[in-house]
C-alpha cells in the first residue's frame, strides 16, 4: 500500500530538453530551468502543463547526473528499480508525498518530485484507481488518549470537474490515438549490453488508452483530474497507538478514466509526555513519598490522566511497592474499557535533620533498641 511505483519513460532526455549531445552541464541546467519554468504548473501561466514538466524534469533527472548521464550515452537508457522493469525507461518506488508543492524553488520541486515519488499512475487500459495518500499526523499525547480531530491539508488529485474527468472538452468526441493506432503501445528497440532489445512500452500520448480527446480538456489538459489543495479533517479515536495507521477510504487521489479514488492513509506519531509514561493502554508513574509516610501510612494524590486520585498507603509501604488504579488508563480503541494506572512508590529519604529530628529519631533508635551497623543481606542487581 505505501509503495507507488512509477514508471516515467523517456524516448530521449536530450530532444525532451532540447539540447546536444555534447552540451555542458551549465547548458542542460539552463536548459531544463527554462522548460520547467515555462510548463511549471503553477508559474507558467498559459503555456503550464504538468505532464510536459514532468518530462522535462525526468530527463534533467538523467542528464542532470553524472552517472545516469553516462548510463544513458553507453546504453540508451538508465537502470532499472528493484522491480527490474527491462529496459523500458527507469523506473523508481517511492513513498507519496503529500507535501509536493509547486510553489518551491526549483531545488525543491526537483527533491520533492524524485525524493518522494511521483503521482503519475501506470499507464494501462481501462479504469485506473487513484494512488493511495501516505500522510503522518502528530498528536500529542493527550490527543492520543482522549481523541481528537485533526485538520490535514493535503495537495492531491482530484477529478476534474469541468470533464467530469473524461479529459475532452465536453461536447468534443473521444478518438483513437494516432501515435500507437489505437493500440495503446508502441515497440521499442533499445542498444543494451546484450545487443537488441525490443521492448512494447506505453505509448505517451494516450497512456495506454488507445484513446484520445479530439479536443482535451481546457482545465486538466486532457488529463481528466486536477491537482488541488484541500483540507480535510480526520478523526482520531480516543486511546490510538503510537504508529497506527488510520485508512479513510476513497480520500486519496482521484482515479483516471471512472478508476475508483485511492486511500487516504494516516500514520499516527505521539509525542510523549512529561509525566506520564504509557504503555499500551496502561500508564506508568512514580509517586514519591517521605520516610515518614511509608512508616506511617498516609493518603496521597496520584495524578492520573483522568484527574487526581486519592490513593491510602498502609503503615509499612515498601520502597518500590506498585499500585494499582484500575480503570484509570487510556481508553481501549473503540471499546469503554480502559487500560489501568500503575503508581510505583519511591520512598524519599531524609538528608537533613534538624536537632529535634534528630533528637526524635535517637529516641526511636533507644526505644527499638537498635545498634546502628552495616548489615551484609542481599546483593546488588
Ligand atoms: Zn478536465
Ligand atoms: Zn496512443
Redesign the pocket.
Known amino acids: 500500500m505505501s509503495i507507488v511505483k512509477c514508471q516515467l519513460l523517456i524516448m530521449d532526455p536530450y530532444k525532451t530538453l532540447g539540447v546536444d549531445k555534447n552540451a555542458s552541464d551549465a547548458d542542460i541546467k539552463k536548459a531544463y530551468r527554462r522548460l520547467a519554468m515555462k510548463y511549471h504548473p503553477d508559474k507558467g501561466g498559459s503555456k503550464a502543463d504538468e505532464k510536459k514538466f514532468k518530462e522535462v524534469t525526468a530527463a534533467y533527472e538523467v542528464l542532470g547526473d553524472k552517472q545516469k548521464k553516462a548510463q544513458y550515452d553507453q546504453f540508451g537508457s538508465v537502470g532499472t528499480g528493484p522491480g527490474g522493469a527491462g529496459f523500458g525507461g527507469f523506473d523508481f518506488s517511492g513513498f507519496q508525498n503529500v507535501n509536493f508543492d509547486f510553489g518551491g524553488g526549483f531545488g525543491d520541486i526537483f527533491d520533492t518530485f524524485f525524493g518522494g515519488g511521483a503521482r503519475k499512475a501506470q499507464a494501462k487500459r481501462g479504469p485506473i484507481r487513484g494512488n493511495d495518500i501516505e500522510i503522518v499526523v502528530r498528536l500529542t499525547f493527550d490527543e492520543a488518549v482522549f481523541g481528537a480531530t485533526k485538520e490535514v491539508e493535503l495537495s492531491r488529485y482530484e477529478t476534474?470537474e469541468?470533464?467530469k474527468?473524461?479529459?475532452n472538452e465536453p461536447g468534443s468526441k473521444i478518438i483513437d490515438c494516432d501515435t500507437c493506432r489505437g493500440t495503446g503501445q508502441h515497440v521499442r528497440i533499445q542498444r543494451t549490453p546484450l545487443g537488441q532489445i525490443q521492448t512494447a512500452a506505453t505509448c505517451e500520448v494516450c497512456n495506454g488508452a488507445g484513446k484520445v480527446p479530439e479536443k482535451k480538456?481546457?482545465?486538466?489538459k486532457?488529463?481528466?483530474?486536477?491537482i488541488k489543495n484541500q483540507k480535510i479533517k480526520i478523526k482520531i479515536p480516543a486511546g490510538i497507538h503510537d504508529k497506527a495507521a488510520i485508512r479513510l477510504s476513497g480520500k486519496g487521489e482521484a482515479g483516471l478514466k471512472g478508476g475508483v479514488a485511492g486511500d487516504l492513509f494516516a500514520h499516527i506519531s505521539i509525542s510523549p509526555s512529561d509525566e506520564f509514561r504509557r504503555e499500551g493502554d496502561d500508564i506508568k508513574t512514580e509517586q514519591h513519598i517521605h520516610l515518614l509516610q511509608a512508616v506511617m501510612g498516609d493518603e496521597v494524590n496520584v495524578k492520573t490522566i483522568h484527574g487526581n486520585v486519592k490513593l491510602k498507603m498502609q503503615a509499612g509501604t515498601e520502597n518500590g511497592k506498585i499500585f494499582k488504579l484500575k480503570g484509570y488508563g487510556v481508553p481501549k480503541v473503540g471499546s469503554a474499557a480502559k487500560g489501568d494506572h500503575y503508581v510505583k512508590i519511591i520512598v524519599d529519604i531524609p538528608q537533613k535533620l534538624n536537632k529535634k529530628e534528630k533528637e526524635l529519631y535517637e529516641e526511636l533508635i533507644k526505644e527499638a533498641k537498635l545498634t546502628i551497623k552495616p548489615q551484609n543481606k542481599g546483593l546488588f542487581g
Not at 480538456?217 to 486538466?220: H, I, L, S
Not at 486532457?222 to 486536477?226: D, M, Q, T
Open positions: 476534474c469541468h470533464c474527468g473524461m479529459g480538456c481546457r482545465e486538466c486532457g488529463e481528466g483530474r486536477v
